[in-house]
């Protein structure tokens, strides 16, 4: 029984310390491929995520106006791209964050008029660019009509 057990354990092979060597490498090759396919993922999905919170705000912004019958700013502070305000014109702006590391290109405000209307007080009129803070050419942009206030995302170029 003990020569059969021998002859079992004989048989038997292992890795190689350069096989080994080899998988690890190759193993390490994929993960850095991967990794930064998954982080090109998740920044296009933060510009997108910030476009849809900015095209969001900017129709509130209208609703308010024409249901509240007042106008409304909509402003991007010079100081500041990576946050925006809304609120009543000439009243307290409320502070909204953009996921982090997302930013409005150009400083401008908005004023939505209480008949549907949208004025570009300062700035540039349209469109607005949202970006990535450490890669601008990774870009959506938001159009809007001054005349009706209609609001459209555009991933290129408008």
């Not at 998740?42 to 106008?71: E, G, K």
Request: hydrophobic share 40%; with cysteine.
């Amino acid at each position: 029984m003990l020569g059969r057990l021998r002859r079992v354990r004989g048989d038997e092979r292992g890795f190689t310390l350069v096989e080994l060597t080899i998988v690890i490498v190759l193993m390490g090759i994929v993960f850095a491929i991967a990794s930064s396919t998954w982080f090109d993922a998740i920044d296009s999905r933060n510009v997108d995520s910030a476009t849809n919170q900015v095209a969001a705000d900017l129709r509130l912004t209208h609703t308010r106006a024409t249901n509240r019958l007042a106008d409304y700013t909509f402003e991007v502070p010079s100081d500041s791209s990576s946050t925006y305000q809304i609120g009543p014109t000439g009243g307290a702006l409320v502070t909204q964050p953009l996921p982090e590391g997302t930013q409005i290109a150009t400083a401008s405000t908005i004023v939505f008029k209480a008949n549907g209307e949208a004025e570009v007080t300062s700035g540039a009129p349209s469109p607005i660019r949202v970006e990535l803070s450490k890669d601008t050419t990774n870009y959506h942009e938001i159009e809007f009509n001054s005349v009706t206030s209609r609001i459209r995302v555009c991933t290129a170029s408008c």
